[in-house]
């Protein structure tokens, strides 16, 4: 059942299964109804780092331009979890580009 304001892990689970991915965020260490945007942004804040450090070691045309972080303006808003109370928040922008190779399995004739 989605919960308001919030994607779960429990709800990030469900996607990465359905995607089949290996990637796993275990029900011991990230409750089933806690919101998973913080475990998210660590693990693009950790593959940032990699990339920096990659960059850092690697020689010319061979840098990863895989991650990009931007922050916007400071502005306040109304706190979802706490009503009539404001807090002070900044945006937080993660770009990711990669080149992802599609393998063709079947045409489907376009039927009119």
Do not use: H, W
């Amino acid at each position: 059942m989605p919960v308001p304001n919030k994607i779960t892990y429990s709800d990030l689970r469900t996607a990465l299964t359905q995607l089949g991915s290996a990637v796993s965020f275990p029900s011991a260490s990230f409750p089933d109804g806690t919101d998973c945007l913080l475990g998210v942004s660590d693990v693009l804040d950790a593959l940032a780092m990699a990339q920096t450090a990659q960059n850092a070691v690697g020689t010319v045309g061979e840098d990863v331009a895989a991650i990009n972080i931007s922050e916007g303006a400071s502005v306040t808003i109304n706190d979802p979890e706490s009503p009539g109370t404001n807090i002070l928040v900044q945006p937080r922008i993660y770009t990711i580009s990669m080149n992802v190779e599609r393998t063709i399995s079947r045409i489907i004739p376009t039927l009119i």
